[in-house]
Structure formats: C-alpha cells, structure tokens
Nanobody, 125 residues
Framework: QVQLVESGGGLVQAGGSLRLSCAASGRTFSNSIMGWFRQAPGKEREFVAGISRSGSNTYYADSVKGRFTISRDNAKNMVSLQMNSLKPEDTAVYYC??????????????????WGQGTQVTVSS
C-alpha cells in the first residue's frame, strides 16, 4: 500500500511563497507519476501540476504556470511544489497523488489511485 504525507502548508500574504512537500512510501517511488491537486471550499478538486517518473517532464494548470514548480527526488521518495507569487485564489487544501498504472501525466483526479491527507494553504489579500 502506498502512503503519501504532505507538509508545508500555512498562511501567507499575497505575493509570498510556500513550498509543499510530499513523502511517499510503500512502493518503488521512481515508478510513480506524481501530481498535485487542490480543492477550495465548495469547488471540485482540480489539477495543479504533474511530473513524470524521472522528473524530466512536467505539466501545469494554466492558472499556476510560471508561478509554481513541481520537482521530485527519487532518492528521497519525495515530491515538492514550490509556489511563488501566491494569490488569494490559490487558497485551498492541497493534495499530492500518485499513479503507477501508466506513464501518462493526467489532469483527471480519478486517474490517481493514491492520495495524501492534504495540507491547507491560505493566502491573505
């Protein structure tokens, strides 16, 4: 069974930065496609960023492109999300997710089998 544990959320002012981390265990991490999703109150969970098994390919939602950076360290079984120039609309619970059944980075939440518990990010104006 795969376990994912997020950390690094918090309260930040607009324009500030946060770095989220997700520690993975249970299966060979380098075989996973990893993604970050977020869910704001009253809204559906949405894709934020994804990264390939080796880390050579990344994909971002248009709303965060140029501000967020996803990266992974396969030696440490960790994936991170560096968030810069944060906006109030970035406020949400952020989740990391993993899939092992394909090499494709997909935006659909249902494509990911494993999820962390989430970490709250609040951006004040």
């Amino acid at each position: 069974q795969v376990q994912l544990v997020e950390s690094g959320g918090g309260l930040v002012q607009a324009g500030g930065s946060l770095r989220l981390s997700c520690a993975a265990s249970g299966r060979t991490f380098s075989n996973s496609i990893m993604g970050w999703f977020r869910q704001a109150p009253g809204k559906e969970r949405e894709f934020v960023a994804g990264i390939s098994r080796s880390g050579s390919n990344t994909y971002y939602a248009d709303s965060v492109k140029g501000r967020f950076t996803i990266s992974r360290d396969n030696a440490k079984n960790m994936v991170s999300l560096q968030m810069n120039s944060l906006k109030p609309e970035d406020t949400a619970v952020y989740y990391c997710a993993a899939r092992y059944d394909s090499s494709l980075i997909l935006q659909r939440a249902s494509a990911y089998s494993y999820w962390g518990q989430g970490t709250q990010v609040t951006v004040s104006s």
